[in-house]
């Protein structure tokens, strides 16, 4: 099994503000990595697939980055419905989630 | 458009089955998973079904649940049997899309509670 540690736990920023999320692999995924938004009492929602490609209707302000084992998703100027957990997720093999990141207003 | 139910309270070793029902889409041509959630566990992927049948499990469920999908209701379900504590969680079914390969639409969620 492929494990996804994501780092930090928590993370403490204002609106406005840029926030980077760190998703490191176990083992090479190549590029098969996407990034998920979860909001209280809400499905997961696809906001990055393939590493760094955005999902149908996600705004510029998210961008992923990386390849192989270290990944990052980018915020670059915070708005106050992004703050929420968010996961990452490897399908190169029986897919994985991370534990998430949860991006709490400072 | 998904909308998954079936959850419940269910005593440990029971049976239960949830339902997800699609929208706008044909499951039979799109690859069909159900995902639980747990505060202590986090997303877990349970089961997928391909657009040509195969079906997969992770190990933790295998040989007690049973996936499937019925094409004239456009309809996926997961028959969960001899259920254990373990086994309570919140559980989302969602579609990979065509394209990307990624799950990009999933069910609210349905909750199903193992406990005596």
């Known amino acids: 099994e492929i494990v996804l540690t994501q780092s930090p736990a928590t993370l403490s920023l204002s609106p406005g503000e840029r926030a980077t999320l760190s998703c490191r692999a176990s083992q090479n995924v190549a590029s098969y990595l996407a990034w998920y938004q979860q909001r209280p009492g809400q499905p997961p929602r696809l906001l990055i697939y393939?590493?760094?490609s955005r999902a149908t209707g996600i705004p510029a302000r998210f961008s992923g980055s990386g390849s192989g084992a270290d990944f990052t998703l980018t915020i670059s100027s915070l708005e106050p419905e992004d703050f929420a957990v968010y996961y990452c997720l490897q399908r190169l093999l029986w897919p994985t989630f991370g534990q998430g990141t949860r991006l709490e207003i400072k | 458009q998904l909308v998954d139910s079936g959850g419940g309270l269910v005593r440990p070793g029971g049976s239960l089955r949830l339902s997800c029902a699609a929208s706008?889409?044909?499951?039979?041509?799109?690859?069909m998973s159900w995902v639980r959630q747990t505060p202590g566990r986090g997303l877990e992927w349970v089961s997928v079904i391909h657009s040509g049948g195969n079906i997969l499990y992770t190990d933790t469920v295998e040989g007690r649940f049973i996936m499937s999908r019925d094409n004239s209701k456009n309809m996926v379900y997961l028959q969960m049997n001899s259920l254990r504590d373990e086994d309570t969680a919140v559980y989302f079914c969602?579609?990979?899309?065509?394209?990307?390969?990624?799950?990009?639409?999933w069910g609210q969620g349905t909750l199903v509670t193992v406990s005596s």
């Open positions: 969602a579609r990979r899309d065509i394209l990307t390969e990624y799950y990009d639409y």
């Open positions: 393939d590493a760094s």
């Open positions: 706008g889409f044909t499951v039979s041509s799109n690859s």
